[in-house]
């Protein structure tokens, strides 16, 4: 079939809500294009200028991330429109393939999806139906291409007069929060809806959904999304954290796309926490040489307070009361403790001299049988320095205990 006598149609390459593409031939330039026809509905006024306004916005796009539109007319009653064609799956293929991308390609796909949507910003367009049926990648080039602005509209106007009242255009599933509450879409709108579609290729889920509509919408006002990294560990921190705020409730809390583009071009989102210290890094200072390594953890380098914190931080690290409390309790113990023994070697001393000094000891040492027990009791017991004549006169007498030694004596002769 030959479209205005120039555009030769081929195989069918998809169907939308509001017209049909095929892969055509451009029989004057000789290219390869993608034709758009729009559906026999010749009721629906407001899908035929949907379907003008698609070809007007794109037209006004030059940008390497967007699908670029080379004809527009009306062919036999029906509206056509002519576009780059795109030779490779969409982004809803890949996931139906593969069920979740690898963190660097959502990454990659990011960066050039965001910088797609910010040429589209600065041309005042909200495509307002961004989704992964709509994101085309280039087998040849690896590019992704932004496709079908047919409900996109301008900033500075009004779409009023090409939607029913009430009526909600766009796919529920990445519809942001205040278009679910009837507002107007705006650039964050699409930020949003982006922030779904990579949370998506990530976990391989959207991150809200319901086979109610309603509840759908009601997730996206209400609920806060899950973390990606419950679902998948190796996201990075900076990653998700930039996600998360791509799916703020409030548009004025999320990045632009161009900050998005900037972002995941770089390489600020592979930021990892950094590891602690590892003790292998203590290898580089001189130390003799061990015949094992004792894994023992390194101490902590003791770090400078911030200004204003200097007494109160030194107080703390220097001595902890409860350090300064427990010496002085041991000091005190170790006293009454010398205290205690000083007094009962005392007293045992003081015990002993009087035991030499009275009269019960002493018969005890006379009835002792055993010749060598003489000695050892002069040898044992100190002599006074000045005794009195009176006073250890008695004791004087008990001295004689050697005298069975001179009887036995006499009875061995």
Known sequence: MLVAGRYRLGEPLGRGGMGEVWQGHDEV?????????????????????????????????NHPQVV?????????????????????PSLAAELSAHGRLAVARVAELAAQTGSGLAAAHRQGVVHRDVKPGNLMVDASTGALKIGDFGIARFVDETSAGLTRAGQIVGTST???????????????????ALGCVLYQLLV????????????????????????????????????????????????EERPSA?????????????????PLPSPVRSAALPQAPVAAPVAVPPRPPVMPPPAGQQARTTT??????????????????????????AAVFGASLFASDSGTGGSQPAPAA?????????????????????????????????????????RGKDDDD
């Open 29 to 61: 330039l000789g290219r390869q294009v993608a034709v758009k026809l729009l559906l026999g509905d010749d009721g629906d006024e407001s899908a035929a200028m949907r379907f003008r306004l698609e070809a007007q916005t794109a037209a006004r796009l």
């Open 174 to 192: 990445y519809l942001a929060p205040e278009r679910a509450l009837g507002r107007t879409a705006g650039p964050e709108s699409d930020v949003y």
């Open 258 to 274: 161009q900050e998005v583009a900037d972002f995941f071009a770089g390489t600020s989102w592979r930021d990892t926490p950094q």
């Open 68 to 88: 670029a539109v080379y004809d527009f007319g009306e062919w036999e009653g029906r509206f056509y429109l002519v576009m780059e064609l795109v030779q490779g």
């Open 366 to 406: 006379s009835t002792a049988p055993d010749p060598s027990a003489a000695p050892a009791e002069a040898t044992v017991r100190p002599k006074p320095a000045a005794p009195s004549p009176s006073k250890y006169k008695k004791p004087q007498k008990t001295q004689k205990s050697p005298k069975p030694q001179k």
């Open 316 to 341: 703390y690290a220097a001595v902890p009361p409860p350090n300064r409390k427990r010496k002085v309790l041991l000091g005190a113990a170790a006293g009454v403790v010398a205290f205690v023994a």
């Open 204 to 251: 391989g889920r959207p991150p809200f959904w319901s086979e109610s509509p309603t509840t759908l919408l009601y997730m996206h006002v209400d609920t806060p999304p899950e973390s990606p990294r419950l679902q998948r560990g190796e996201v990075p921190y900076a990653f998700e954290a930039c996600l998360l705020r791509m799916l703020s409730k409030q548009p």
